[in-house]
Each structure stands twice: as structure tokens, then as C-alpha cells.
């Protein structure tokens, strides 16, 4: 079932299921995938818990029942060997792993590499050669391969197995042979090389992976810590500094030029330019003066601002925008899923191989030595963290990206969505226009002067509070006006410089005796079947001109469905709106395909037409009434400037009001995508290629333990090139 089902029969379903809670839990002491996958079995075992363990954020998220308190989740994951707690607000431990590996890695280095040369180079070999390797060797086995004896051990203790088994088997396993060897002489060769070797191989990797694990999860810190830390208060006209936490609903606080705006609200009094770049990816500041919406974060650049919040700490627009990004990283693909099934059964299946290896080539007739060599390849090369780290670190790095630009994505399943739309709906209000009305054109009777025409009927219109009276007044200055009337429905009269000035539909200029010429009533004519609205203004027994208001177009659309139709999607303008009006906006922008006058829950019919014909859909809109068909197409992509109902119901959400950031969304996700199954590709092909090639002996245990630590390090810096998407 798709992510759109799931959503549509959930709010049928609603009334009669149990109300869950979400819990997040850190994890601390997982190494692998298999860890994860363990500790997901064991919270899911509990009754009506359902649980996802991400092992690269090294997050759960767990939907708990009533009942079920979270002591018992975090004794849960106790139970298998982990250590869990509530997150928070600074994750200072686990921002130190990569420095604690990193010094059991120099100290590994500094020891294994004198055994490494003397080992494999005979020239360099002494007397007593092997027991100052001995020396050398043991605390690089002991104290630096610790991490991974211990994890072992604790598996161990709960009756399971995970990659850290199998090196740490690998690593004990060809140090106890050269001490037996040393102490007994009873064997030509040792393998203290192998056992120091492959202990700063794989240190090395993973120390390496904690690194790019950090660098993929960078751009959610980042955005996490855009918001401001402290604001300025009014309250009885007296400034006070408080924590940006006390600030409440309702406050007027104070931004200077260059400080950050502290939460979302209303600007009361000032103007000034708002640089929201680091929050939307828009290069060029928005212009605010009173009555403008600001949203916490972004940057005032020159004035002094005056604003009243609206909203505060998690229900800003930054808050939200991390939860998005947050949650999104911690889902998992279908495939993702399959590899946390085979990396929970992979471990004893290698040890089996591991034995059978051994047991093969010795009676095949090997020495014990080569034999040995080739079971201790199969144990190491054979770690499966690469599957683990395949879908999480693409998520972490495309989705911090994505909200660098200004995109939201909601989770793994949108991508596979992407990839199979070849049809896009485009809600026209809001959308691919600017959902306000401008006045577009003046046509002036003849004799008539525009301006004249224009300067008139603004100064009737400006005390006019209907959306069409307020494009025809425009921004002024206008001349002052007398005796204003508003003719309800009709239009508005008063009395400019001496004239008696009525301003309307053509019907009103009728009845009120003001005639239409000819030349006019062709204006008319023309405005409507251009989908724009006709207001007519005269004065002194006859009408002087012809005004033109419509919703304009956004500059930025005409490009953005270039953009759609590159991507091989088919565009449809979907609107409420007259056909005269919606074909004159298709016909601007280069849209083919049109469906005029449909109510809000024809939007959902238009869709569901659409998927009955065999397209796969997808659903741009911003309002109330686009919430219904955004959650019933395949892909539902709202625009940040929407309602919460718009945004609640979508996959993706653009945080700027700009449709061009739809075609990078539909890019960056399918980039994300096809990322997550080179990922997997490459971990399957790794193991499939590696395993066969260590029991042939054809891999020795060094090579095996530099390969694993490489196939890791090569999923994660793959992911990490989703930094440079554009």
C-alpha cells in the first residue's frame, strides 16, 4: 500500500484505532546494522509497539500504545546489550566517537605497522623477530581491538551475533594461532601481522565512516541552529533581552538591522528587507513594512522592526521544517528494508561459511596454515555495514540538502514515487499565479487620457476594502475623495476634483445613466475573453475607460514548467476559475492540457480521472481546498506558502513560493533514489564478489579487512556527493 493510501484510509479508520505516541530514542553502542536491526526486533516484540532503528542517525523512532511507558522501552533496548535515553538538545558523546577512535587508530598504527613490515618482508626479519612482534602485536589486539570485543561480548551475552563477531573472531582467532604457534613451536607460520593489520584497517574505516556519518547529518545541525538565541520584548514600552524560549503568542519584540528575526509573526511597525537565503535558498531580500509576515530566522538587513509573534518555538516555521527533515531521515525504502533482513541472518550464515571454508580446504589437503588464512578472510571481509549505512546517510545528506533549498521532503517512500509520475497537476491560484489581483491594462474612450482615467477611479476605489477595488487603487498616492458609497456587488461612487466618478461592472455604469461607447464595450468584450475582469469608470453622463484586473502569473512559472516537461512530466492546470481565465494562464505559462470550473472536491475526481487513465500523478497546490487531492495523487507537493492543511496532506514541501523549486524537488528526490540503489547495488555486489573470492583464498585477511572498511567508506562518501546537488 502506498504512502497515499495509507493516509486516505487513515482518517477513515481513525475513530475506531488506538491513540499512539511517538518516542525518540538515542542509541548508543551500535557498530553495525545488524545492531539495529536487533534492537528494532526486540522493541517491536512488545505488545503493539512499532519501531524503526536507524543505525547512521543512531535514532529510534517508536509509536507506543497506552500503556507502554518509555522505562520500559529504555530497559528494552538495555535487554539487548544497548543503551538508550530520551535526545538531547546537544549530542556531545557521540560528536566525540570519531576523536576516541581516532586515538585508539594512531596508537594501532604506531604498533602494527613495525609488525606488518617485519612479517611480510623476509629481509627484515632477526633474531627474536616474532616475539618483539609479540609485544607489539598484543595491545593492538588487546586495548586498540577492544571496541570490538566488547560489542562482541555483549552480543554474545544476549545470544546473538553481529559484525563486531566477526572481527573480533578474526582478529582473536589469528593472534591465538601465533601465540600457540610461539609457545608450542609447532607451526612455520604466524599471523600477528594479520591481527594488527586488520585491527587499524578497520579502525580506520570506522573512524573514517563516524566522520562521514557527522559531515552527513551537518546540514540538519546546521538548520537546527539558525534560529536566534535571544529576543528583544516590548512590554510597556520598555526593551527587555529575554531567551528566545520566553518568548509567547502575542509578544512585540524588537529586530535591528542585522539581527535575526526570533520567531514568526507580524510586522507592526518599520520597514525594512528580509534575507531569508539561509532558510529558503532565495538570493534576493523581501521588502516588509507593516502588515507583512516574517518568519524566525531570517535576517533583517536594514531597519528597525517592530513585530508581534505568531508563532513560537515548535510551531515556527523553522521547527517545523526540522521535524520534516527529521523525520523524513529516519524511514527506510523497501529495499533498505530487505537489507536489514538479510544483515540480521548474514552474521551466522559467515560463520557457517567461515567453519566450512576451513573444513573444505583441509580436506582438500591444505596445510592447516592456508586453511586457517582462508577462514579468517571469510570472517572479515564478509561485515555487512555497508547495506546498513546504504539508505540513511543518502537521507541524511539529500535531505539536509533539500532543506538548504527550500525543499521538505516527508520520507523514503516520496522516492519512489518520483520516480514513476509522468503526470503533474498544477493548482492555478496561488500556484502558477500570484493569488492577488493586479490591475494589468487601462483602455481610455476615446479623448480620454489613461493616467487621468487611472488616477480617478484608484481614488475612488482605495476606500474600497473588495480585492479588485484594491488593485484598481494601487499603491498611490491618490486624490482625496467625497461622499464615497460602496454599491454592494456593483462597484463604488464618489466625488473626485469635482467629478461625480462611478466605478463598477458595465451594468451599473447602465443604470447609473453613464453610457458605453462602442469602442469600450469592445474592451470589455476583449478583457473577458482574455480571462481578466472588466471594471468601467465614468464620470459626467458616459464612461471613460476601461480598467483590467486579473490574478497575474508569477515570472517564474513559464520557466518552471519548462523545468517539468524536461523532466518528462506532463503539466495540467487545474483551477476553480472560468475557462476563459484558466486557458488565458495555460496559454501564458505553455500548459496544453487545462480543467476549468472544479469545485474543491472535483479536484480529487480530476486526479483520481487521471490515475484511472494510467498516469501516475502528481499534485502542486497551496490551499485549503487542494488538501484533499494532494493527499489522493501519488505525489502531493505543496507550497510553503500554503495552508497546514496543504502542507499536513503533501510528500514535499517547498518552502519558497516558487514553482521552480518543484522541478529541483522532483530532481533532488529522484537524485536521492537513484543514490540509495547505487548504494545497494554496490553492498550486495561487494559481499557477493568478496565472499567467494576469500574462501577460494584468493583474499588475504589484510586485503579482506581493507576491503570492508573501503566498501563503508565508499556508501557514505557516495551519499555524500548529494552536497554538491544544484
Not at 539558525?226 to 514600552?237: C, E, F, N, P, S
Not at 519584540?253 to 531569508?276: N, Q
Not at 548504494?679 to 559481499?687: E, P, R
Request: include cysteine; charged fraction near 20%; charge should be neutral.
Amino acid at each position: 500500500m502506498t504512502t497515499q493510501d495509507a493516509r486516505r484510509r487513515g482518517g477513515e479508520a481513525l475513530a475506531g484505532m488506538t491513540v499512539m505516541r511517538d518516542v525518540e530514542l538515542d542509541i548508543t553502542g551500535m557498530t553495525c546494522a545488524s545492531c539495529a536491526q536487533r534492537i528494532e526486533r526486540r522493541l517491536n516484540g512488545l505488545d503493539g509497539v512499532t519501531a524503526t532503528v536507524n543505525y547512521a542517525t543512531e535514532r529510534a523512532r517508536v509509536s507506543v500504545p497506552p500503556g507502554i511507558g518509555t522505562e520500559q522501552l529504555l530497559a528494552t533496548v538495555a535487554a539487548a546489550g544497548y543503551v538508550a535515553g530520551l535526545p538531547a538538545v546537544e549530542r556531545g558523546a557521540a560528536d566525540q566517537e570519531p576523536d576516541r577512535l581516532r586515538r585508539r587508530l594512531l596508537v594501532s598504527a604506531a604498533l602494527a605497522l613495525p609488525v606488518v613490515l617485519v612479517g611480510m618482508v623476509p629481509a627484515l626479519h632477526f633474531d627474536g623477530w616474532q616475539w618483539v612482534s609479540l609485544a607489539l602485536a598484543t595491545p593492538v589486539v588487546g586495548w586498540c581491538a577492544w571496541p570490538f570485543h566488547r560489542a562482541a561480548l555483549v552480543n554474545l551475552r544476549h545470544g546473538s551475533t553481529t559484525m563486531d563477531t566477526l572481527v573480533s573472531l578474526g582478529v582473536l582467532s589469528a593472534y591465538g594461532w601465533s601465540l600457540t604457534a610461539l609457545v608450542l613451536g609447532t607451526a612455520d607460520e604466524i599471523y600477528l601481522e594479520v591481527a594488527a593489520g586488520v585491527t587499524t584497517f578497520l579502525l580506520a574505516g570506522r573512524w573514517l565512516e563516524q566522520r562521514a556519518k557527522r559531515s552527513a547529518g551537518v546540514a540538519l545541525r546546521a538548520l537546527m541552529q539558525l534560529g536566534a538565541k535571544d529576543a528583544t520584548v516590548l512590554r510597556d514600552g520598555v526593551e527587555h533581552r529575554v531567551p528566545v524560549a520566553e518568548l509567547a503568542v502575542g509578544d512585540r519584540f524588537v529586530v535591528r538591522p542585522g539581527e535575526k528575526v526570533a520567531a514568526d509573526g507580524v510586522v507592526e511597525s518599520g520597514t525594512s528587507a528580509v534575507d531569508a537565503s539561509t532558510l529558503t535558498g532565495e538570493s534576493v531580500p523581501a521588502d516588509v513594512g507593516p502588515g507583512a509576515s516574517v518568519v524566525g530566522a531570517t535576517v533583517n538587513t536594514y531597519g528597525r522592526l517592530v513585530v508581534r509573534a505568531t508563532r513560537v518555538g515548535r510551531d515556527t516555521q523553522l521547527a517545523r521544517m526540522a521535524r520534516l527533515v527529521e523525520e523524513a531521515q529516519h524511514g527506510k525504502t523497501h529495499a533498505q528494508r530487505l537489507a536489514d533482513q538479510i544483515s540480521g541472518v548474514f552474521v551466522p550464515a559467515v560463520i557457517a561459511l567461515a567453519l566450512a571454508t576451513l573444513g573444505l580446504w583441509l580436506l582438500a589437503g591444505a596445510g592447516a596454515g592456508q586453511a586457517f588464512t582462508a577462514a579468517v578472510a571469510v570472517l572479515i571481509v564478509a561485515c555487512p555495514c555497508a547495506l546498513g549505512l546504504a539508505t540513511p546517510t543518502a537521507l541524511m545528506v539529500g535531505t539536509g540538502r533539500g532543506a538548504q533549498l527550500g525543499i521538505l521532503v516527508r520520507g523514503p517512500e516520496v522516492l519512489e514515487a518520483t520516480r514513476r509520475i509522468d503526470t503533474i497537476v498544477l493548482d492555478k491560484t496561488g500556484t502558477v499565479t500570484t493569488g492577488e489581483l493586479a490591475l494589468l491594462d487601462v483602455v481610455a474612450g476615446a479623448g480620454e487620457d489613461a493616467d487621468v482615467v487611472r488616477r480617478l477611479a484608484g481614488a475612488v476605489e482605495v476606500a474600497s476594502e473588495h480585492p479588485i477595488g484594491r488593485a484598481v487603487a494601487g499603491p498611490g498616492p491618490h486624490v482625496p475623495v467625497d461622499g464615497f458609497r460602496n454599491l454592494a456587488g456593483r462597484g463604488v461612487r464618489g466625488t473626485v476634483d469635482g467629478h461625480e466618478v462611478v466605478v463598477g461592472r458595465p451594468d451599473l455604469l447602465v443604470d447609473e445613466g453613464q453610457l458605453l461607447p462602442p469602442d469600450l464595450a469592445g474592451a470589455v468584450d476583449r478583457a473577458r475573453s482574455n480571462g481578466r475582469t472588466a471594471v468601467v469608470a465614468g464620470w459626467r453622463g458616459r464612461a471613460r475607460g476601461v480598467l483590467e484586473v486579473a490574478d497575474t502569473v508569477k515570472e517564474t512559472s513559464a520557466e518552471a514548467v519548462r523545468r517539468l516537461r524536461a523532466l518528462g512530466l506532463e503539466p495540467v492546470l487545474l483551477t476553480g476559475d472560468a475557462e476563459p481565465v484558466a486557458r488565458s494562464v495555460a496559454a501564458e505559462v505553455g500548459i496544453d492540457r487545462v480543467v476549468a470550473d472544479v469545485l474543491p472536491e472535483g479536484k480529487v475526481t480530476t486526479v483520481r480521472e487521471l490515475q484511472a487513465e494510467g498516469r501516475v500523478v502528481a499534485m502542486v497546490g497551496d490551499g485549503v481546498n487542494d488538501a484533499a487531492a494532494l493527499a489522493t495523487a501519488d505525489l502531493g507537493i505543496a507550497m510553503g506558502t500554503g495552508t497546514d492543511a496543504a502542507i499536513a496532506a503533501a510528500d514535499l514541501t517547498l518552502v519558497r513560493s516558487d514553482l521552480r523549486v518543484a522541478a529541483d524537488a522532483v530532481r533532488l528526490a529522484r537524485r536521492m533514489a537513484g543514490t540509495i540503489r547505487g548504494n545497494l547495488f554496490w553492498a550486495f555486489a561487494y559481499n557477493v564478489a568478496a565472499l567467494p573470492l576469500a574462501a577460494a583464498g584468493l583474499l588475504t585477511p589484510m586485503v579482506a579487512g581493507a576491503a570492508m572498511a573501503l566498501s563503508s567508506l565508499f556508501v557514505v562518501s557516495n551519499s555524500l556527493r548529494l552536497r554538491r546537488f544544484a
